[in-house]
Nanobody, 124 residues
Framework: QVQLVESGGGLVQAGGSLRLSCAAS????????MGWFRQAPGKEREFVAG????????QYSDAVKGRFTISRDNAENTVYLQLNSLKPEDTAVYSC?????????????????WGQGTQVSVSL
């Protein structure tokens, strides 16, 4: 079965950086659009970034554009999210997802498989 396993979360001070990883198995990774989402306590899940099958196209939410970078290594079946210049409002559980769609999309309804998530906490 499909498994998505995130890692790399933690507690950092504002202005710091983290690199999240999502290891995928059970699917043809190089054929799948991948995305990162986050959910803070009491808030709805929100799109963070998405990347096309070969990594040529990326999409970011306005909240993270210029600070976060999504990338992928199809040989390692892994998608990454580099988080720079972190702010307290970035605190959330970050989850990766594999899309059912063939193009990069920000709607969680278009993602079929989800990881369990990794906690990112940013302190002042």
């Amino acid at each position: 079965q499909v498994q998505l396993v995130e890692s790399g979360g933690g507690l950092v001070q504002a202005g710091g950086s983290l690199r999240l990883s999502c290891a995928a198995s059970g699917l043809t990774f190089s054929s799948v659009v991948m995305g990162w989402f986050r959910q803070a306590p009491g808030k709805e899940r929100e799109f963070v970034a998405g990347i096309s099958q070969r990594g040529f196209l990326t999409q970011y939410s306005d909240a993270v554009k210029g600070r976060f970078t999504i990338s992928r290594d199809n040989a390692e079946n892994t998608v990454y999210l580099q988080l720079n210049s972190l702010k307290p409002e970035d605190t959330a559980v970050y989850s990766c997802a594999a899309a059912a769609a063939l193009v990069v999309t920000s709607s969680p309804d278009n993602y079929r498989f989800w990881g369990q998530g990794t906690q990112v906490s940013v302190s002042l």
